[in-house]
C-alpha cells in the first residue's frame, strides 16, 4: 500500500522565489526520499533523509523531517524556471526494499 | 550516478497484442528491480519486486498472469503486458536498486506504452 502522502498541490511561483511542498505518511519509516519528475520522463532522484535526521541540505533543496508527526518539508530555495517538474516524496520501511510513493506536487516556476 | 535503460521509450499496440518491457542496469547488478506504473498526473504505483533468479512478488491487484516479469541475469528485467486493452495504456518506470548505494533506487526513463 502507498505510504507516503502528501495533499497533491499545483504550486506556481515567481522565479527567485522560494518552493516549499510537504509529505504526509502513516506508518514507522527507514528513511524518506525525494523526487523530482519532468513531464513525461523518469524519475530523479533529489534526497534521502534517514528517520534519525531531521534536516538535511542538498544545494538549493532543504529537506526536513518529523517522525513525530510523521511528515517531511521539501524547501527549493531561489527557484528557477528549471525547477518546474513534478515533486514526489516516497518512504521506505526497515527490512524492505520497496518504496511507497505519494501523490506529488506540481510547481511551475514562471521565468 | 548509477544508470537504469528502460526499451522501447514509447510503445503502441493493438488490443489484445502483448508488449515487452525491457529494464537494464547498465553499470551496476541489481538483483532486486522494480516495476511502477503511472498513470497521467497520478503517482507512480509499485506493481511487482523483479528478483534475479526467482519469481517476482506482485502487489495486491496486479495480475501475475498479465503482467509477465522475468528477471533472468542481474542487469536485466522484463515486463510483459499480456493480451494488452486500452485500460493498460499508461507510463511503465522500472526502478533499480544498487547493492553498493544502500536504500537508493535508481529510476529507468520509462515507457509510454498506448493500446488502441
Not at chain 1, 534536516?55 to 529537506?63: A, F, Q, T, W, Y
Not at chain 2, 522501447?8 to 525491457?22: L, M, R
Request: proline residues 3%; aromatic residues 10%; contains cysteine.
Amino acid at each position: 500500500s502507498q505510504q507516503g502522502e502528501e495533499d497533491p498541490q499545483a504550486l506556481s511561483i515567481q522565479e527567485g522565489e522560494n518552493a516549499t511542498m510537504n509529505c504526509s505518511y502513516k506508518t514507522s519509516i527507514n528513511n524518506l526520499q525525494w523526487y523530482r519528475q519532468n513531464s513525461g520522463r523518469g524519475l530523479v532522484h533529489l534526497i534521502l533523509i534517514r528517520s534519525n535526521e531531521r534536516e538535511k541540505h542538498s544545494g538549493r533543496l532543504r529537506v526536513t523531517l518529523d517522525t513525530s508527526k510523521k511528515s517531511s518539508s521539501l524547501l527549493i530555495t531561489a527557484s528557477r524556471a528549471a525547477d518546474t517538474a513534478s515533486y514526489f516524496c516516497a518512504t521506505a520501511f526497515y527490512g524492505n526494499n520497496r518504496l511507497a510513493f505519494g501523490k506529488g506536487n506540481q510547481v511551475v516556476v514562471i521565468p | 550516478g548509477a544508470v537504469v535503460s528502460q526499451h522501447p521509450s514509447w510503445v503502441i499496440c493493438k488490443s489484445g497484442t502483448s508488449v515487452k518491457i525491457e529494464c537494464r542496469s547498465l553499470d551496476f547488478q541489481a538483483t532486486t528491480m522494480f516495476w511502477y506504473r503511472q498513470f497521467p498526473k497520478q503517482s507512480l504505483m509499485l506493481m511487482a519486486t523483479s528478483n534475479e533468479g526467482s519469481k517476482a512478488t506482485y502487489e495486491q491487484g496486479v495480475e501475475k498472469d498479465k503482467f509477465l516479469i522475468n528477471h533472468a541475469s542481474l542487469t536485466l528485467s522484463t515486463l510483459t503486458v499480456t493480451s494488452a486493452h486500452p485500460e493498460d495504456s499508461s507510463f511503465y518506470i522500472c526502478s533499480a536498486r544498487d547493492p553498493a548505494q544502500n536504500y537508493e533506487q535508481y529510476f529507468g526513463p520509462g515507457t509510454r506504452l498506448t493500446v488502441t
